[in-house]
């Protein structure tokens, strides 16, 4: 009873639908950053930036078929 209250009183004027939608996609937004973060410290910034250029090369030469 105490989660559900707790929940109701979070959750506000929005309806249960528009709520959940809303924590789903913190917890999504919230998960990538720290995998972002995590990577950034795995990382050096030549290996960024080796990335950055791979993904940009990419992105040029790709076309659909």
């Keep these: 009873m105490e989660v559900k209250e707790h929940l109701k009183l979070m959750k506000g004027d ?12 913190d917890w999504q937004r ?4 720290r995998a972002f973060h995590k990577l950034r410290k795995l990382l050096s910034e ?3 930036k ?6 940009t090369e990419f992105r040029e030469q790709f076309k659909l078929r």
Aim: charged share 30%; aromatic share 8%.
């Design 30 to 33: 919230l998960k990538s950053e």
């Design 46 to 48: 030549d290996d960024l």
């Design 14 to 25: 929005k309806t249960w639908g528009d709520f959940l939608l809303e924590m789903c996609t």
């Design 50 to 55: 080796a990335i950055s250029e791979s993904s």
